[in-house]
């Protein structure tokens, strides 16, 4: 009797268990499409707008200080804070202020081939990066993506060019903004483009996982809807995996490191996923991994407000005008342009062309491609 009743408790156990495991289950399911049906919407046309001006504003901001630590990062904040601007020249070339950089000069020739083509041509984004180093357009350039640009100059093919492991920047991650706005309704092509985007010029698994990260990131910031952080990191970690787990791994913490002060949050999110050989590195580096994790946490610690965003991805030090394009593409895909602020935006300008009003054009030429309202050649 007694090894009878052991029994009957031990399948007892096991039906609880899978009674448990149905449901754990079953919330993922339910879980998985919510979030999906949160990016299966187009942006409104303020968020096409917001998403690439919100870029490149972030960028600007950053440049003037672009690879210096948080105590120069600080004061240069507390400038922004109380509305002085130009007196910070920026650190590389005598540009005006407003100039923005490699990070957004690639998202908006990202967003010009969708506009000329109608979809995402790895071929003639190709094309756009080849020239736009080989005319000498580029302000600001990273190692991998300037090596990948001369291989394509020199006629390598595009899927041979890119830069490959253990280089894994956040050159791929810093353009792939507009991939969550103009793919962000369908989840699979989003990610399959990301990466194709990326692939170009580096071809590290993290490289493309950082894509997805920023894609993502649009893609959901974008859609109506409570923003929900436990279920926005886990929906982008989900998308990431199987180009690199430990990545994916490290942005469900953001759910608790967003409950972190910046000053406390840096430090942690700095040496995530680096190697060994930067573990004292204090400020956000070029790797993908903190750069990217940086920018999503500055969003998501303030959504509802740009300029907080961009003054925490930019007060951390080190890549700030990347971690400023980043987070400043999230944020103004979900709060839109009119929640920019416009007067600085008025600044924008790449080599005194490519102004605001541009900028505004090239979004809604995207937007209209996008919903059908113009021929996809017709542009």
Known sequence: MIYGQEELARNDARRGQQRRNADAESGRNQERAFLHSRASTVPQLDQFRGCLVGQCLGDALGFPVEGTPPDICSSYIAELRA????????TRGNYAFGQYTDDSQLARELMLSYAEVGRFDPVDYASRIRSIFAENRIVGRGFAT???ARRLIAGVHWEEAGTPAPHAGNGTAMRAGPVGLLFGDDPEEMIRVAHDQGRITHRDGRCSAGSIAVAGAVALAA???VMEVPRFVRQLSEWMCSFDENFADHVPQLADWVKLSPEKAAPIISRSGQEKSLDDWKWISPFVIPSVLWSLYSFLRTPEEYWETVCTAIIAGGDVDTTAAMAGAISGAHLGLERLPL???GHLNDRGAWRLD??????????????????????
């Open 343 to 345: 007067e600085l935006a």
């Open 358 to 379: 541009d900028l505004v054009g090239l979004s809604d030429r995207c937007y209209r491609i996008k919903c059908g309202e113009l021929p996809r050649q017709a542009v």
């Open 83 to 90: 509305g002085r601007f130009e007196p910070w020249p920026a």
């Open 223 to 225: 859609q109506p809807g």
């Open 146 to 148: 300037e090596a990948a």
